[in-house]
């Protein structure tokens, strides 16, 4: 079962603006990952963050992590049209720490230039 | 980082016959693989760990017998989708697990069962 559940489904915005997904899970985990997905293309690794950390960077990417309310938030600072993709956050599947992952259902972002 | 290389890119085969899809850690040893299937504008779904030199482990749901797993060597995993059918097409993805657990995927496979 998915048990990563994203927010939004799809979001649409113009250059140069942040963009803002959530993600919540369900059960306990000690990390959780952020990938991007061009239009029919494999997955790229964008950022792992440790359930004792909060917050990450990561050039333009911002990652936070709030483990009592089970949910994650991905920040795209001054986005670029080539940030146009589909990211998942995955967590491990139950019982694992690594590779092992239930991904969530994605959003789908769109940037227009 | 680590090169996870899948073959093919893509494939287009009638229904019954069968598929098979390579996933090649290039420049680390893999212990362990894993396969996905992401349907159009769905998640990726597990389907099956690949260990090597041993079986496989699937996912609920997911028929072993259908979703034959093979991991012969460590930097080798195959994935052959037998009698394939048209709700069999989908998008096929392979990850790579290396030493420090990191998980590195492959670029994908579609395939197409007409």
């Known amino acids: 079962s998915q048990q990563g559940e994203e927010d939004p489904q799809a979001l649409s915005i113009q250059e140069g603006e942040n963009a803002t997904m959530n993600c919540s899970y369900k059960?306990?985990?000690?990390?959780l990952q952020w990938y991007r997905q061009n239009s029919g293309r494999g997955l790229v690794h964008l950022i792992l963050?440790?359930?004792?950390?909060r917050e990450k960077h990561s050039g333009r990417l911002r990652v936070t992590l709030d483990t009592s309310k089970k949910s994650s938030s991905l920040l795209i600072t001054a986005s670029r049209a080539a940030d146009t993709a589909s990211y998942f956050c995955?967590?491990?599947?139950?019982?694992?720490?690594?590779?092992?992952?239930?991904f969530g259902q994605g959003t789908i972002l769109t940037v227009h230039p | 980082g680590a090169v996870v290389s899948q073959h093919p890119s893509w494939v287009i085969c009638k229904s019954g016959t069968s598929v098979k899809i390579e996933c090649r850690s290039l420049?680390?040893?893999?212990?362990?693989m894993f396969w996905y299937r992401q349907f159009p504008k769905q998640s990726l779904m597990l389907m099956a760990t690949?260990?090597?030199?041993?079986?496989?482990?699937?996912e609920q749901g997911v028929e072993k017998d259908k979703f034959l797993i093979n991991h012969a060597s460590l930097t080798l995993s195959t994935l052959t989708v037998t009698s394939a059918h048209p709700e069999d097409s989908s998008f096929y993805i392979c990850?790579?697990?290396?030493?420090?657990?990191?998980?590195?995927f492959g670029q994908g496979t579609r395939l197409t069962v007409v």
């Open positions: 990850s790579a697990l290396t030493l420090n657990t990191e998980a590195f």
């Open positions: 059960t306990s985990i000690n990390n």
């Open positions: 963050i440790r359930s004792n950390e």
């Open positions: 995955a967590t491990p599947s139950p019982g694992t720490s690594y590779g092992k992952l239930t």
């Open positions: 420049d680390f040893q893999a212990t362990t």
């Open positions: 690949s260990n090597e030199g041993s079986k496989a482990t699937y």
